[in-house]
Protein backbone atom coordinates (compact mmCIF):
# COMPACT_ATOMS: atom_id res chain seq x y z
CA UNK A 1 0.00 0.00 0.00
CA UNK A 2 1.07 3.79 -0.76
CA UNK A 3 0.95 6.01 2.32
CA UNK A 4 2.44 10.05 2.80
CA UNK A 5 3.26 11.22 5.85
CA UNK A 6 3.80 14.47 6.57
CA UNK A 7 3.91 14.99 10.53
CA UNK A 8 3.40 18.94 10.91
CA UNK A 9 0.10 20.49 10.35
CA UNK A 10 1.30 24.13 10.72
CA UNK A 11 4.98 25.42 10.38
CA UNK A 12 5.62 29.17 11.44
CA UNK A 13 8.77 30.83 10.78
CA UNK A 14 10.19 34.81 10.27
CA UNK A 15 11.48 35.71 7.09
CA UNK A 16 15.34 34.57 6.25
CA UNK A 17 14.72 31.99 8.39
CA UNK A 18 15.24 28.69 7.26
CA UNK A 19 12.53 25.63 6.34
CA UNK A 20 12.16 22.29 6.47
CA UNK A 21 8.95 20.62 5.59
CA UNK A 22 9.10 16.93 6.75
CA UNK A 23 7.45 13.90 4.21
CA UNK A 24 8.04 10.36 5.12
CA UNK A 25 6.63 7.58 2.40
CA UNK A 26 6.27 3.93 2.94
CA UNK A 27 5.90 2.27 -0.72
CA UNK A 28 7.01 -1.43 -1.40
CA UNK A 29 8.13 -0.40 -5.08
CA UNK A 30 10.22 2.38 -6.15
CA UNK A 31 8.06 5.50 -5.65
CA UNK A 32 7.91 8.68 -7.67
CA UNK A 33 8.05 11.77 -5.61
CA UNK A 34 6.35 15.32 -5.74
CA UNK A 35 5.82 18.34 -3.42
CA UNK A 36 2.64 19.73 -4.59
CA UNK A 37 1.46 23.52 -3.01
CA UNK A 38 -1.61 25.82 -2.78
CA UNK A 39 -1.53 29.11 -1.97
CA UNK A 40 -4.42 31.36 -0.92
CA UNK A 41 -7.56 31.20 -3.65
CA UNK A 42 -5.31 29.03 -6.10
CA UNK A 43 -5.23 25.75 -7.65
CA UNK A 44 -3.02 22.92 -6.06
CA UNK A 45 0.17 23.16 -8.50
CA UNK A 46 3.41 21.31 -8.32
CA UNK A 47 6.03 22.86 -6.99
CA UNK A 48 8.84 20.04 -7.47
CA UNK A 49 9.82 16.27 -7.96
CA UNK A 50 12.54 13.84 -7.17
CA UNK A 51 13.10 13.48 -10.20
CA UNK A 52 14.16 16.26 -11.50
CA UNK A 53 16.60 17.26 -8.87
CA UNK A 54 15.75 21.07 -9.21
CA UNK A 55 15.48 24.23 -7.74
CA UNK A 56 12.39 26.06 -7.62
CA UNK A 57 11.45 29.40 -5.92
CA UNK A 58 14.06 28.78 -3.59
CA UNK A 59 12.76 24.82 -2.70
CA UNK A 60 15.19 21.57 -2.54
CA UNK A 61 14.12 18.13 -1.86
CA UNK A 62 16.26 15.39 -1.66
CA UNK A 63 14.70 11.67 -1.91
CA UNK A 64 16.47 9.63 1.04
CA UNK A 65 15.63 5.50 0.39
CA UNK A 66 16.87 4.54 3.21
CA UNK A 67 15.09 6.83 5.76
CA UNK A 68 11.84 6.98 2.88
CA UNK A 69 12.23 10.76 3.40
CA UNK A 70 11.17 13.08 0.98
CA UNK A 71 11.66 16.63 3.02
CA UNK A 72 11.10 20.33 1.96
CA UNK A 73 13.78 22.61 2.34
CA UNK A 74 14.52 26.45 1.50
CA UNK A 75 17.31 28.32 3.17
CA UNK A 76 16.12 31.45 3.60
CA UNK A 77 12.08 31.51 3.61
CA UNK A 78 10.02 34.61 2.30
CA UNK A 79 6.58 35.83 2.98
CA UNK A 80 4.94 34.57 -0.32
CA UNK A 81 6.50 31.36 0.53
CA UNK A 82 3.27 31.05 3.09
CA UNK A 83 1.14 28.48 1.62
CA UNK A 84 -0.45 25.08 2.14
CA UNK A 85 2.41 22.37 1.14
CA UNK A 86 1.67 18.41 0.15
CA UNK A 87 3.76 15.79 -0.62
CA UNK A 88 2.69 13.22 -2.81
CA UNK A 89 3.61 9.47 -3.90
CA UNK A 90 2.53 7.97 -7.43
CA UNK A 91 3.62 4.11 -7.73
CA UNK A 92 3.14 1.98 -10.47
CA UNK A 93 0.21 2.19 -11.07
CA UNK A 94 0.27 6.06 -11.62
CA UNK A 95 -2.43 6.18 -8.20
CA UNK A 96 -1.21 9.70 -6.96
CA UNK A 97 -1.69 9.41 -3.22
CA UNK A 98 -1.31 12.50 -0.90
CA UNK A 99 -0.12 13.22 2.58
CA UNK A 100 -2.34 15.26 4.81
CA UNK A 101 -0.50 18.68 4.00
CA UNK A 102 1.47 21.20 6.06
CA UNK A 103 0.60 24.83 6.40
CA UNK A 104 3.47 27.24 5.95
CA UNK A 105 2.95 30.76 7.89
CA UNK A 106 6.08 33.29 7.66
CA UNK A 107 6.18 36.25 9.21
CA UNK A 108 7.71 39.43 8.26
CA UNK B 1 -2.83 26.75 -21.54
CA UNK B 2 -3.29 23.34 -19.66
CA UNK B 3 -7.06 22.80 -18.19
CA UNK B 4 -8.90 21.34 -16.23
CA UNK B 5 -12.50 22.32 -15.35
CA UNK B 6 -15.06 21.17 -13.04
CA UNK B 7 -18.74 22.82 -13.53
CA UNK B 8 -19.54 24.25 -10.54
CA UNK B 9 -17.59 26.48 -7.94
CA UNK B 10 -20.04 26.03 -5.31
CA UNK B 11 -22.94 23.21 -4.91
CA UNK B 12 -25.63 23.24 -2.03
CA UNK B 13 -27.76 20.29 -2.20
CA UNK B 14 -29.87 17.97 -0.24
CA UNK B 15 -29.16 15.03 2.05
CA UNK B 16 -30.76 12.28 0.08
CA UNK B 17 -29.95 14.26 -3.41
CA UNK B 18 -27.99 12.19 -5.93
CA UNK B 19 -25.11 14.48 -7.04
CA UNK B 20 -23.05 15.09 -10.31
CA UNK B 21 -19.90 16.55 -9.95
CA UNK B 22 -18.43 16.93 -13.58
CA UNK B 23 -14.17 17.56 -14.71
CA UNK B 24 -13.43 18.20 -18.29
CA UNK B 25 -9.78 18.38 -19.00
CA UNK B 26 -8.34 19.37 -22.26
CA UNK B 27 -4.51 17.49 -22.30
CA UNK B 28 -5.37 14.13 -24.00
CA UNK B 29 -4.44 12.74 -20.59
CA UNK B 30 -5.24 8.92 -19.65
CA UNK B 31 -5.06 9.53 -15.74
CA UNK B 32 -8.11 11.56 -14.07
CA UNK B 33 -8.42 11.50 -10.31
CA UNK B 34 -11.25 12.57 -7.62
CA UNK B 35 -10.27 14.03 -4.35
CA UNK B 36 -11.54 14.98 -1.11
CA UNK B 37 -10.15 17.85 0.91
CA UNK B 38 -10.65 18.40 4.12
CA UNK B 39 -8.89 20.55 6.90
CA UNK B 40 -6.47 17.86 9.08
CA UNK B 41 -7.16 15.12 6.10
CA UNK B 42 -5.28 16.38 3.48
CA UNK B 43 -6.12 15.04 -0.15
CA UNK B 44 -7.66 12.02 -0.01
CA UNK B 45 -8.06 9.83 -3.37
CA UNK B 46 -11.72 8.86 -3.86
CA UNK B 47 -11.70 7.14 -7.08
CA UNK B 48 -8.92 7.27 -10.48
CA UNK B 49 -9.53 6.25 -13.87
CA UNK B 50 -6.64 4.94 -16.01
CA UNK B 51 -8.56 4.75 -19.58
CA UNK B 52 -12.07 5.30 -20.82
CA UNK B 53 -14.37 3.41 -19.08
CA UNK B 54 -12.00 2.26 -16.42
CA UNK B 55 -11.59 2.75 -12.23
CA UNK B 56 -9.86 2.05 -9.42
CA UNK B 57 -10.83 2.17 -5.79
CA UNK B 58 -8.95 5.21 -4.08
CA UNK B 59 -9.05 5.12 -0.29
CA UNK B 60 -11.96 6.87 0.50
CA UNK B 61 -14.96 5.00 -2.45
CA UNK B 62 -17.57 4.44 0.26
CA UNK B 63 -20.86 6.41 -1.31
CA UNK B 64 -19.44 7.83 -4.22
CA UNK B 65 -19.33 5.88 -7.99
CA UNK B 66 -17.54 7.42 -11.21
CA UNK B 67 -18.22 7.63 -14.63
CA UNK B 68 -15.95 7.99 -17.48
CA UNK B 69 -17.46 7.42 -21.11
CA UNK B 70 -15.42 10.02 -22.79
CA UNK B 71 -11.62 10.27 -22.64
CA UNK B 72 -12.00 14.08 -21.47
CA UNK B 73 -14.71 13.76 -19.18
CA UNK B 74 -15.36 12.10 -15.37
CA UNK B 75 -17.64 12.16 -13.50
CA UNK B 76 -18.17 12.15 -9.73
CA UNK B 77 -21.75 10.36 -8.55
CA UNK B 78 -22.85 10.60 -4.82
CA UNK B 79 -25.95 8.47 -5.07
CA UNK B 80 -27.65 9.68 -1.77
CA UNK B 81 -26.02 12.80 -0.65
CA UNK B 82 -25.01 12.96 3.32
CA UNK B 83 -23.82 15.49 5.59
CA UNK B 84 -20.24 14.00 6.26
CA UNK B 85 -19.98 13.95 2.27
CA UNK B 86 -19.89 18.24 2.54
CA UNK B 87 -16.18 18.53 1.64
CA UNK B 88 -14.33 20.54 -1.35
CA UNK B 89 -13.86 18.29 -4.13
CA UNK B 90 -10.78 18.47 -6.42
CA UNK B 91 -10.32 16.59 -9.77
CA UNK B 92 -7.01 16.50 -11.69
CA UNK B 93 -5.62 14.27 -14.66
CA UNK B 94 -2.13 12.81 -15.83
CA UNK B 95 -0.44 11.78 -18.62
CA UNK B 96 1.29 8.45 -18.25
CA UNK B 97 4.57 9.47 -19.03
CA UNK B 98 6.85 8.59 -16.01
CA UNK B 99 6.99 11.21 -12.86
CA UNK B 100 4.71 13.48 -14.72
CA UNK B 101 2.84 16.60 -13.40
CA UNK B 102 -1.07 15.93 -12.33
CA UNK B 103 -2.84 19.37 -13.35
CA UNK B 104 -5.84 20.07 -10.86
CA UNK B 105 -9.58 21.61 -11.45
CA UNK B 106 -10.03 24.80 -9.22
CA UNK B 107 -12.73 22.46 -6.65
CA UNK B 108 -15.97 22.32 -6.01
CA UNK B 109 -17.32 23.09 -2.58
CA UNK B 110 -20.29 20.78 -1.92
CA UNK B 111 -22.21 21.61 0.79
CA UNK B 112 -25.38 19.01 1.77
CA UNK B 113 -27.68 20.25 4.24
Known amino acids: AQRVTQPEKLLSVFKGAPVELKCNYS??????LFWYVQYSRQRLQLLLRHISRESIKGFTADLNKGETSFHLKKPFAQEEDSAMYYCALSGDTDKLIFGTGTRLQVFP | DVKVTQSSRYLVKRTGEKVFLECVQDMDHENMFWYRQDPGLGLRLIYFSYDVKMKEKGDIPEGYSVSREKKERFSLILESASTNQTSMYLC????????????FGQGTRLTVV
Open chain 2, 92 to 103: ASSSLTVNTEAF
Open chain 1, 27 to 32: YSGSPE
